[in-house]
Structure formats: C-alpha cells, structure tokens
C-alpha cells in the first residue's frame, strides 16, 4: 500500500511555469508505475502523464504534450510534473496516482489503486 501527498500547485499567469510534486510513503515506491491526472471544474478526471515504475518509459496526452514533464525520483520516493508553458485550460486539481507492476491502460483512471488528495493549479489569461 502507499499514500500520496501532492503539493506545488497554486494561481499562476498564462505562460508560467510550476512544479508539482507528489510524495509517497510506504513502501517499494519504485515498484509503482505512476502517473497525473486532472480535473477542470465542472468535468471529468482526465489524463495528463504517466511513468513506468523504472522511469524509462513516459506517456502524455496530447493537451501537454511538449509543455509538459513528468518524471520520478526512486530515491526520495518522489513524483514530479513539470508544467510550462502554463494555458488557462489547465486550470483544475491534479492528481497523482499509483498503481503495482504495469499498467495496460495508462489513461483509464481504473487502472490506478491509489490516489492523492489532489492540488489546485489555477492559470489566469
């Protein structure tokens, strides 16, 4: 089992840049693949990025694709999501999720056992 903690979001202007940061605590946080999503107001959660379990292998959805980072730090048991580049369509709360072993559907919010509590990212025009 492991427990997400994401911090980092906040109101930014359009064109900014933000870091978000997911912590994870219990154990074997390397053997999770991982991944971001969103929810703008008033829709669904949607996919952002994933990452396999050894960082080797990275998926975005097209909305970020080239804006945005996704990346993983083992050793602090630590997920990230680089955000430049910022529009205010990006505006929701992002959430990080995890999930044992592999994924066969990065982008099915199923496919994930567990879920942060979320972060707000608000992007002003």
């Known amino acids: 089992q492991v427990q997400l903690v994401e911090s980092g979001g906040g109101l930014v202007q359009t064109g900014d840049s933000l870091r978000l940061s997911c912590a994870a605590s219990?154990?074997?946080?390397?053997?999770?693949?991982m991944a971001w999503f969103r929810q703008p107001p008033g829709n669904e959660r949607e996919f952002v990025a994933a990452?396999?379990?050894?960082?080797?292998?990275?998926d975005y959805d097209d909305s970020v694709k080239g804006r945005f980072t996704i990346s993983r730090d083992n050793a602090k048991d630590t997920l990230y999501l680089q955000m430049d580049g910022l529009k205010p369509e990006d505006t929701a709360v992002y959430y990080c999720?995890?999930?044992?072993?592999?994924?066969?559907?990065?982008?099915?919010?199923?496919?994930?056992?567990?879920w942060g509590q979320g972060t707000q990212v608000t992007v002003a025009s």
């Open positions: 990452i396999t379990w050894r960082g080797h292998i990275t």
């Open positions: 999720a995890a999930k044992w072993g592999y994924v066969n559907t990065k982008e099915e919010t199923s496919s994930y056992d567990y």
């Open positions: 219990g154990r074997y946080f390397h053997n999770y693949a």
